[in-house]
C-alpha cells in the first residue's frame, strides 16, 4: 500500500486548508485512517482518526476545529482545518493501517503564518 498526501501550504492565522490522502494497492477489510503531524524539532503527535465503522478520534487540539472524514470508493481520506492558529504550523502525515500493518504517507507541510 503507498499513500501520496497533498493539500499543504501557506495560509494566514484563522484560515482553512484541506489535506488529502489517497492510498493505492491492495486495500480490504477492516481499517484505521489517521493524521498525525511534526512539528520542526518536535515529536510526531497524533491529530485525528476515523475507524472502520465511521468513528472520529480528535486531539484536544484540534477538536471542533478540524474534521477527518474519508471516502471509501477513493481509498482517500481527508483532513479539513479551519481556524488554523500559528502552533498548527507542522508537516502533516496521514497512515494507513489494515490487517496488523502501518503504512504512512511522505507527508505534506502547512504552514501557519501572516
Known amino acids: 500500500v503507498q499513500l501520496q498526501a497533498s493539500g499543504g501550504g501557506l495560509v494566514q492565522p484563522g484560515g482553512s486548508l484541506r489535506l488529502s490522502c489517497a492510498a493505492s494497492?491492495?486495500?480490504?477489510?477492516?481499517?484505521?485512517w489517521s493524521w498525525y503531524r511534526q512539528a520542526s524539532g518536535k515529536q510526531r503527535e497524533f491529530v485525528a482518526r476515523?475507524?472502520?465503522?465511521?468513528?472520529?478520534t480528535y486531539s484536544d487540539n484540534v477538536k471542533g476545529r478540524f474534521t477527518i472524514s474519508r471516502d471509501i470508493a477513493k481509498s482517500a481520506v481527508y483532513l479539513q482545518m479551519n481556524s488554523l492558529r500559528p502552533e498548527d504550523t507542522a508537516r502533516y502525515y496521514c497512515?494507513?493501517?489494515?490487517?496488523?500493518?502501518?503504512?504512512w504517507g511522505q507527508g505534506t507541510l502547512v504552514t501557519v503564518s501572516s
Open positions: 476515523i475507524v472502520n465503522n465511521g468513528a472520529t
Open positions: 494497492g491492495s486495500i480490504f477489510g477492516a481499517n484505521v
Open positions: 497512515k494507513f493501517s489494515m490487517r496488523g500493518s502501518d503504512y
